[in-house]
């Protein structure tokens, strides 16, 4: 073996500065401080001392917390006609079951893309004016079903702007 056949090995993931590299003494450390010494680290997000950009958000990324607005899956009107037979009443647990909606999606919304030919009972939590128009043009029916709403909550009248204790000069 000579001394040109040999092959340098894996490196050290870590770099060992200030050691008289061609660097300059702090090797790209700055000069004296925390940072300069052996050991020092920081952790992630840390910002010099000030609140981090993740204390400054609202706390949404955890549980807990849901959106406003629930994300409806869409159907289209075109892919009911393939699915189901004529006269068929259909739940979202029907489409669920059909592969129409993932397990996960919790609204469904109908929309009136594509051809329908049959008379179909259909309830979702929502519809679009044009699924609603072709639906009840080929003589089916259209229910809303209404959204869940959490145990405690006030109704929608009560929570209005006006409502608030300091609005009735109480």
């Known amino acids: 073996m000579q001394l040109h056949d040999l092959k340098s090995g894996p490196r050290s993931s870590k770099k060992r500065v200030g050691r008289g590299s061609t660097r300059g003494y702090t090797s790209g450390r700055g000069s004296k401080g925390q940072g300069a010494r052996s050991g020092s680290s920081r952790r992630r ?3 010099g001392g000030r609140t981090s950009l993740i204390e400054l958000l609202p706390k949404v990324r955890g549980r807990g917390f849901s959106p406003v607005r629930q994300p409806m899956a869409a159907v289209n ?12 009443t259909i739940l979202p647990k029907d489409l669920r079951t059909a592969g129409l909606i993932g397990r996960r999606d919790k609204f469904v919304k109908i929309l009136g893309d594509g051809e329908l030919t049959k008379k179909l009972m259909v309830s979702a939590h929502g519809f679009s004016s044009s699924a609603k128009e072709l639906i009840e043009k080929a003589g089916g029916t259209v229910a809303i079903v209404p959204k869940p709403v959490k145990k405690g909550a006030k109704p929608k009248e009560e929570r209005t702007a006006g409502s608030t204790p300091a609005a009735n000069g109480s």
């Open 77 to 88: 009107v075109g892919e009911l006609e393939a699915q189901f037979e004529d006269g068929a």
């Open 45 to 47: 997000g840390f910002e």
